[in-house]
């Protein structure tokens, strides 16, 4: 077991900012988990950010966001690895607190992306993928999702409808969570309705890019100091990656790195797929929670879109996804996201997700990916 | 002590690589390191870069130049601190070796920047400045420094010329390492009659931007399988920070996290400054590596700059800086800059550093710096 617990949590609304600039915004989420955690210092902050060189033309966020919330001086940088970013920035903050080095750390993850013009996002989000081999024939990640969906379905007789639960489940729990976007429950009608962005991904299965930032306080669990009320355990922290670009996997319909990671992140845990209780997938697009699900075990190949067909996914189903409305309704601020997951699974184990509280939840997994799952982080919380 | 050695370095030509991309750059460096090391497998890989999302349209470079060195599925990300990028990637490459999660782990630090016209270039080092107080004003970081070295002058009552050993000790040196930009001895009056770029700093005093890839292997030193014959210590790797804009600075000719930095990493590897027997300073300008001089403790406030005028800072001087040429004459690979410094604090201390060998290295020391010393990354090598 490891010696990292989370001790406190805090995020912005998932919106459109427009009154906020992006420091505002991390400043906030930080002051919020520092005030939670009961702690007014740290020894580091890392920052999770992926568009801000060409959304907002601010880099060294670690020393900028260090100085704005009060903590000038402290150690500070920025993790990037495309989506994975906030979760990038969470694995850092475990290993330096498991150094030994830190008593305590601070991780933020903000982004900033709703005041740029639709097509520098497009250009932002696209430095995920692979520049000589990709995006320079002007592929976009949706374009590079939709070829991964429809080769899916192709391969296992389904049709777009078939994922349309992952969507549904998704905005029936952002409706619970006070920090959502699209706190609103949609109907299975309305997904197979909606407007196409590229076939078979529709406006209803893409995430909304959004303004937001989410923070957590690491704390070496035996210096807790009397703080250890609602600490949550850090069991693994796991990182691994894959090719860049799509067409260069040896098996397109699997996700290698999503495999790599979780299965390390079990093995340190000294846990199974069975044991977790919640698992927060990265659902930029559902055919990524349908191969999230296989990869980490929780159905066959070409099974796991079946899941959020039956209930399976949902808060009471056998292996509940998306809890506070996933990236598809809480919103997807792309480098922020991968902390409001894990500040999610903490409101779960500590028993705080109101109306979408799981029973008895104490194990909690959460996979970030990079691009298409070129690269993947999990962490496993244990309560 | 740590528990932390550096057991193989690899560097490319700083030069114009018309002929190598970001990727071909830092896998010719990684491969490099990894004979060196006498290695074929690492746990994981830290990227250093500063400038790709604005000068290559390339991000998740972790999983990418994992793919591409033949790591494919290895742990991978990106650190980015401004020019300090390099040495934040060498620093968490420390935590990860310090955790005892991982056994050896590579660090690369590229930059390409010489294909981009010189607008864009301008555009992407200024990502380094305070974009809402600094940048969006129009002043770029040279024309920062040069105020900083105008207020310098003015406030010790110094001419340029008095910085011109910077300049001419850093060719002088550049001129026996074969990866260097410029390997050729400059003179004081080509310092004195140089170009003015923003006066006072000229051509001569402006560290050129190029292309180039520095990585290096770590592995716990208490795993080193006889390994260990050139493996040289980490004995400190330390981080801070400051407020990014020189304006909020409480003593604009005070680097605080520069000397926060230094203390931490001299309190760390149990020295002090006359202990340390070569200084990698981080050269961009000269008044940087006077004001670094005085804030890692080489020099009383306002005398920096003395120490270049009286042959101090050569190879056989008091405190030899810039040993290899430094950011002026090896050349600047923003975000490989501080892989390069350590790489070449690494030759000093194996004796590797031919007709540059400082006699008896046993402690070395690399001072990178993001932005005008908003982030201040400190490593100290003993051998």
């Known amino acids: 077991m490891s010696n990292v617990s989370i001790i406190g949590i805090g995020q912005t609304p998932v919106k459109e900012h427009w009154d906020k600039s992006l420091r505002d915004l991390a400043v906030e989420a930080l002051l919020a988990a520092l005030k939670d955690a009961h702690t007014e210092k740290v020894d580091a902050l890392y920052v999770g950010n992926a568009l801000s060189a060409l959304l907002g033309g601010q880099e060294q966020l670690g020393a900028l966001i260090a100085d704005a919330s009060g903590m000038r001086g402290i150690e500070a940088f920025k993790i990037e690895a495309a989506n994975g970013a906030g979760a990038g920035a969470l694995h850092v903050a475990y290993l330096a607190v498991t150094s030994g080095l830190y ?98 991904i529709n406006m209803l299965d893409h995430a909304p890019y959004a303004d937001g930032a989410a923070a957590l306080i690491l704390s070496a669990t035996d210096r807790l100091n009397g703080n250890g009320a609602r600490a949550v355990r850090v069991a693994a922290s796991t990182v691994a990656t894959d090719s860049v670009s799509l067409a260069a996997r040896h098996e397109p319909l699997w996700l290698s790195a999503a495999e790599a990671s979780a299965q390390k992140a ?51 189903g056998k292996i509940p996804i998306t809890t506070m409305g996933g990236l598809k309704a809480r919103g997807h601020p792309v480098g922020a996201t991968g902390v409001y997951q894990v500040a999610e699974v903490v409101q779960q184990l500590r028993g705080e997700a109101g109306k979408n509280q799981i029973a008895d939840a104490r194990v909690g997994m959460a996979q970030s990916l990079g691009g298409i799952g070129a690269t993947a982080v999990t962490h496993i919380l244990v309560n």
């Open 266 to 316: 079990y093995a340190h845990a000294r846990i199974a797929p069975n044991d977790v209780d919640l698992f927060e997938t990265h659902d930029a697009y559902s055919i990524l929670s349908t191969l999230q699900l296989e990869a980490a075990g929780f159905a066959e190949r070409g099974r796991g879109a079946l899941l959020s067909r039956d209930g399976d996914i949902s808060l009471t």
């Open 103 to 200: 008593e305590s750390v601070a991780v933020v993850g903000v982004e900033k992306m709703t005041e740029a013009m639709n097509g520098a996002v497009t250009a932002a989000v696209s430095l995920a993928g692979d520049g000589d081999y990709e995006t320079m024939l002007g592929i976009s990640p949706t374009a590079v999702a939709a070829l991964l969906m429809r080769r899916y379905m192709y391969e296992y007789d389904l049709v777009a409808a078939d994922l349309a639960g992952f969507s549904v489940n998704a905005h029936a729990n952002a409706a619970g969570n006070k920090f959502a976007m699209y706190p609103r429950a949609i109907s299975r009608d309305a997904y197979v309705n909606a407007k196409m962005i590229a076939d078979p």
